[in-house]
């Protein structure tokens, strides 16, 4: 199936991607490519496999294993919140959830 | 000291013929020789790793033990933490990001005296075939500057064969650790999916990803694995099987093992170099004892397309942690939370990026879950069965690493399916969960290295090792790329 520009913005925005014009001609025309050479899965899908045998490559390890938990080491908060782009005291800063005219964090 | 194998040079070093200190100073006159045309290295760690080393020769004459890789320098891909290390995986939105913790994978590598001297190239987030995708360097085929080193692991397998490093850490989702290898003439191991700790690795596609190393022979491949596998509790899919001594049984040859052809990997796909190569190759796993028998494994040519669908789905999720909130770039001026997610990702996602968010969002939308994750997901687990009844016929088998030697930089970038394409020999492997081996099988017409990939069960790295040094003792190989020579 061919995917079109309007399409592609929609995915973009659902994906949280601001895409130019420009982009979203060129992504059409490759994902469209892309997505006609995956459509050939249609002809292998003989659905011998139940959904429940879908982790494919995960099955070859042991089941999950649960840890026990441990407190977090107040160092590591420290390093962590150092990679924040904006903090205040333990807290990260973001911009408000709702916009706001002209507002900014 | 840039001729001597890891596991020569951290002997010589346990016995006191050879100093860390010497042979980590080495590395980085080599790198600064070299590295100008290779293009591997992001950034070099020369003072942490004199004092590593200097630790270790300390120990020895202390009489304290080493480990089995006392001493060697080591390049790690950008996308594996060392605390208090820059760590951006080859992309703009993780700039300036330091990692708070080590990857259990480079905890047991250094606790095994590796010592880590820089962070090395990749195609971003893992997403590429060339390297052609990083967003911070151009890295160039050490066998000839014009070519591809292969991706996303280049950067890894550049330096280790430019010889600026002995040994290299890489991470393979598609075939990353095992094209590159097999384009730079070294040795990649894809270990079996759980077998080495996933712990502080960038995650790309999670069911599939996994560390292993890049070696310039088969033995330091082997010694490396046995350092870095093994449980680890804080990555919960990583396997309880303690880690082995995979150099213990490694030169017992494959006299007498069944090795498989896989009949459905067609040779139209190879070029003809390529498919010259793999027959010669065939020969000479014969001329081991091996015999050769064929096998049947009918999904692995549906296995780009379903890698493709998976491998994006997953990495759509797990990129949207980058949304500019917690670390690396956040875009300026934002209004709101979602103008702040949108700002970030638009302008710190390269377009490979963008693209597979795109592709894996789609694939995971409403209306279109079914038709492609849900049918991607069967045919994976259908594929894994056959693969699984394939090696009830035959204990190892082979294919192609890549459909060509290395192609050329710039010659591929605007054709994304053509990129894929080049893992069609590779994805397979990931798709099962099963280990991968890529080693050189000697060079094409062009002068450029061809890599045989050789795959066993889960588990079975040992027995997959063992056969790639057979068919290395066999060849006698060498990686001496004539351009950085």
């Known amino acids: ?105 | 000291m840039q001729a001597m194998t890891a596991e020569g040079l951290a002997a010589a070093i346990r016995s006191g013929e050879r100093n860390a200190v010497d042979a980590v100073e080495a590395a980085f006159a080599r790198i600064d020789e070299v590295d100008a045309s290779v293009g591997a290295f992001l950034e070099l760690w020369r003072d942490e790793a004199a004092e590593r080393a200097a630790d270790i020769d300390r120990r020895r004459d202390e009489g304290l033990p080493l480990g089995p890789l006392a001493g060697v320098p080591t390049a790690l891909k950008d996308n594996m933490s060392l605390a208090g290390h820059e760590l951006n995986c080859g992309s703009r939105i993780l700039a300036g990001y330091r990692a708070p913790y080590t990857a259990g994978a480079v905890e047991r590598l250094v606790a095994a005296g590796a010592v880590p001297v820089g962070r090395v190239n990749m195609d971003e987030f893992a997403m590429g075939s060339s390297c052609e995708n990083s967003a911070l360097a151009t890295t160039r085929n050490p066998w000839n500057p014009a070519m591809a080193p292969g991706g996303s692991s280049g950067g890894s397998a550049a330096a280790v064969a430019a010889a600026e490093a002995p040994l290299a850490l890489g991470s393979d989702t598609g075939g990353s650790i095992r094209q590159p290898a097999a384009f730079c003439g070294v040795v990649g191991v894809k270990p079996t999916y759980g077998r080495v700790s996933r712990y502080g690795l960038v995650a790309f596609a999670s069911s599939l990803d996994q560390i292993g190393p890049l070696a310039r022979n088969v033995r330091d491949a082997a010694l490396a694995l046995g350092a870095i596998a093994g449980p680890d509790p804080r990555d919960s899919t990583c396997s309880e099987e303690p880690a082995c001594d995979f150099l213990e049984r490694i030169e017992d040859g494959i006299e007498g093992v069944k090795i498989g052809t896989i009949r459905e990997v067609g040779t139209s796909a190879l070029e003809s170099d390529a498919a010259r190569g793999f027959e010669q190759a065939l020969q000479t796993l014969a001329r081991c004892g091996a015999e050769l028998v064929e096998v049947s494994v009918p999904l692995v040519e549906a296995a780009v397309a379903t890698y493709y669908v998976l491998a994006n789905s997953e990495a759509s999720a797990n990129l949207a942690r980058f949304d500019g909130s917690r670390y690396g770039h956040r875009a300026a001026g934002a209004r709101s939370l979602a103008e702040m997610y949108t700002g970030s990702r638009s302008e710190g996602f390269g377009p490979e990026v963008k693209r597979r968010i795109i592709l894996g969002t789609f694939a995971l939308s409403s209306g279109y879950y079914d038709a492609y994750y849900g049918r991607a997901a069967r045919i994976a687990g259908a594929l894994r069965q056959q693969f699984s009844e394939a090696f009830d016929k035959a204990e190892l088998l082979v294919t192609p690493t890549s459909p060509s030697g290395a192609f050329k930089l710039g010659e591929r970038v605007d054709d994304p399916l053509a990129m894929y394409l080049s893992d069609v020999f590779t994805t397979p492997t990931s798709l099962a969960g099963i280990p991968g081996i890529s080693v050189p099988c000697g060079l094409d017409s062009r002068g450029l290295p061809l890599g045989l990939q050789i795959l066993a069960r889960p588990f079975a790295d040992g027995t997959a090792l063992r056969a790639a040094r057979a068919f290395e003792r066999e060849t006698g190989f060498e990686c001496r790329p004539e351009a950085v020579s």
């Open chain 1, 1 to 105: 199936m061919s995917l079109g520009v309007e399409e592609v913005r929609r995915i973009a925005e659902l994906a949280r991607l601001r895409i130019s014009a420009r982009e979203e001609t060129t992504f059409a025309s490759q994902l469209s490519e892309i997505v006609d050479y995956i459509d050939q899965l249609r002809e292998f899908d003989g659905g011998t496999a139940s959904q429940d045998d879908t982790h494919a490559a995960s099955d070859t390890a042991d089941s999950d294993l649960p840890r026990p938990a441990s407190a977090a080491d107040g160092a590591l908060l420290d390093q962590f919140l150092d990679n924040a782009p904006a903090s205040l005291d333990r807290f990260l800063l973001v911009p408000q959830v709702k916009a706001t005219p002209g507002g900014e964090e």
